[in-house]
């Protein structure tokens, strides 16, 4: 298992991988169809409230050569996790990160649909700008922070 996973708690929570994306690339999450992403900072919003909790999902999204079966999937086969936020708990707060995320000055939602196939959001992925990464931090109530 990568050395990062192992970091996280075995509970259940939610979590935000910071993806960076060096040079544009397209990107085809499933039946959504293709897109462009320019380079940039990404922030994928999910949750983990099965077996293994937080470290089995997180670990599962970091692993190289998985098949594709989230949205996500496809992302980090071509981009890298640079961290990641979680934070243990039972309490369903996903979709509440990503609005708060949106909600940020200049963040953008780059694939409408994106992880939020089974909610009523707009995505889950959102392109944050470098400089308002202290502040989505906050808005998300300092959840723990593990670099690889």
């Not at 996903?94 to 953008?108: H, I, V």
């Amino acid at each position: 298992m990568n050395t990062l996973a192992d970091t996280l708690p075995a509970e259940a929570g939610t979590y935000v991988l910071m993806i960076g994306v060096g040079e544009p690339l397209r990107i085809v999450p499933g039946r959504l169809g293709a897109f462009d992403l320019p380079a940039g900072l990404y922030a994928y919003v999910g949750s983990a409230h099965g077996a293994g909790g937080l470290r089995a999902r997180v670990g599962r999204h970091l692993r190289a050569g998985k098949k594709v079966h989230w949205h996500v999937d496809a992302l980090t086969a071509l981009a890298q996790v640079v961290e990641v936020w979680a934070s243990a708990s039972a309490e369903r707060v996903e979709c509440e990160w990503a609005r708060a995320l949106a909600a940020l000055p200049g963040a953008e939602e780059p694939i409408p649909g994106f992880g939020a196939s089974d909610c009523a959001c707009p995505t889950h992925l959102l392109r944050l700008p470098p400089d308002r990464l202290g502040e989505a931090w906050l808005a998300l109530g300092q959840p723990a922070r593990y670099s690889p």
